[in-house]
Nanobody, 128 residues
C-alpha cells in the first residue's frame, strides 16, 4: 500500500520561496514516477512537475524556471522547491505516485486522472 504524506505548505508573500516535502512509503516498484499537482478553489486539479525513477523530469510551462522537483532515494522523499512565488500559485498541493515512468518523449507531467496514488495535500497561500 503506497502512502504519501505532504508537508511544508504555509502562507508566504509574493516573490518568496517554499519547499514542499512528500514522504513516500510502500513504493516498491522498479519503475515509477512521482509528481506534484495543485488545485485552487473552483478550479480543476492541474499538473505542476514530475520525476521518474530513470531521473527524467517534466514541468508545466507556468512553473518552468521557478520550481524544481527532486527525489531523495535514501529518504524516500519527494521535494518541490518553489521560488519567485506568485499569488496565482495559491492552491492545495498534492503529491502523487504511479507505477510507470513519465509518458511522452520528451517526458510530460501526467494527467491528474492518470496517477494511482495521491496524498492528502498541503496548502500554499501566496499574498500580494
Amino acid at each position: 500500500q503506497v502512502q504519501l504524506v505532504e508537508s511544508g505548505g504555509r502562507s508566504v508573500q509574493a516573490g518568496g520561496s517554499l519547499r514542499l516535502s512528500c514522504i513516500a512509503s510502500g513504493l516498491t516498484y522498479t519503475s515509477y514516477s512521482m509528481a506534484w499537482f495543485r488545485q485552487a478553489p473552483g478550479n480543476e486539479r492541474e499538473g505542476v512537475a514530475a520525476i521518474d525513477s530513470d531521473g527524467s523530469t517534466a514541468y508545466e510551462d507556468y512553473v518552468k524556471g521557478r520550481f524544481t522537483i527532486s527525489f531523495d532515494n535514501a529518504k524516500n522523499t519527494l521535494y518541490l522547491q518553489m521560488n519567485s512565488l506568485k499569488p496565482e500559485d495559491t492552491a492545495m498541493y498534492y503529491c502523487a505516485a504511479d507505477p510507470r515512468l513519465l509518458p511522452g518523449d520528451p517526458p510530460l507531467v501526467p494527467h491528474p486522472g492518470e496517477v494511482n496514488y495521491y496524498g492528502q495535500g498541503t496548502q500554499v497561500t501566496v499574498s500580494s
